[in-house]
């Protein structure tokens, strides 16, 4: 959670609050306030939750427009912390020191085969997922 407690009311609304807000909304619209109810009738165990499901669709609509207006303002920008772990092939001792130039040219190599299979992947699909009909080859 955010240590800026205004920053946590704000996560709070984004994540929470707006989308229960969108989906009475889009309820009350549709069928008055009987819709609205019905989602408090008993049968649904987390009639929040399942108004918060139904308003998701809408809420995360609506924060990447204001994100649009400002970055961070829809999708608040989380703080992480970020720290170096060691690589497991690199502790027991048999990667070699971290500035080998034989093991960067094996890593290279095997990051470079990896590319290649990925690329006769997305040539294997075909173009049906890009709009302009052809795909530029990964390099």
Same mark, same amino acid.
């Given at each position: ?24 909304? %889009? ?28 308003? %998701? ?23 992480? %912390? ?42 294997? %699909? ?14």
């Amino acid at each position: 959670m955010a240590a800026d407690p205004l920053d946590a009311l704000r996560l709070t609304l984004m994540q929470d609050v707006l989308p229960v807000g969108l989906a009475v909304v %889009e309820r009350v619209r549709k069928g008055g306030a009987r819709q609205v109810m019905a989602a408090f009738d008993g049968s649904n165990a987390d009639p929040l939750g399942q108004l918060r499901e139904e308003g %998701e669709p809408a809420a995360s609509r609506m924060r990447a427009q204001l994100d649009q207006v400002s970055p961070g303002l829809g999708n608040p920008v989380m703080k992480v %912390e970020v720290r170096d772990v060691a690589d497991a092939s690199g502790a027991d001792g048999a990667g070699g020191e971290p500035g080998d130039p034989v093991e960067l040219q094996q890593r290279l190599a095997a990051i470079a085969s990896r590319l290649l299979q990925l690329e006769q992947i997305l040539l294997a %699909e075909g173009p049906s997922g890009s709009s302009s009909g052809s795909s530029a080859p990964l390099r």
